[in-house]
Nanobody, 124 residues
Framework: QVQLVESGGGLVQAGGSLRLSCVAS????????MGWYRQAPGKERELVAT????????HYLDSVKGRFTISRDNAKNTVYLQMNSLKSEDTAVYYC?????????????????WGQGTLVTVSS
């Protein structure tokens, strides 16, 4: 019904940059929160960055502040994560997450949706 598709992961050297993209598609009425999580091997999934509402209030994990930037194109139902000055500890699978109001009959209902994940590997 609704899906998130991520792209942009890959292998990069420490100090380099990558840009992740996530597109939401389906019977979307509106999108409230869009964000990125990551999970490194042997660790729990953690919230990296979120953008809330169409106004774009943003929040970041302390360890990525000043290096990562989350942005959103509401017209395209897309969220981006620009990652600069990458470090080996940023290596993880990055997951897109969104809280979406979907069309349901005469109204709508809210879903939390996850992408399939994209691997980011930072070599030192």
């Amino acid at each position: 019904q609704v899906q998130l598709v991520e792209s942009g992961g890959g292998l990069v050297q420490a100090g380099g940059s990558l840009r992740l993209s996530c597109v939401a598609s389906g019977s979307i009425f509106s999108i409230n929160v869009m964000g990125w999580y990551r999970q490194a091997p042997g660790k729990e999934r953690e919230l990296v960055a979120t953008t809330i509402g169409s106004g774009g209030s943003t929040h970041y994990l302390d360890s990525v502040k000043g290096r990562f930037t989350i942005s959103r194109d509401n017209a395209k139902n897309t969220v981006y994560l620009q990652m600069n000055s990458l470090k080996s500890e940023d290596t993880a699978v990055y997951y897109c997450n969104a809280h979406i109001a979907v069309v349901a009959g005469p109204g709508y209902r809210y879903l939390e949706v996850w992408g399939q994940g994209t691997l980011v590997t930072v070599s030192s």
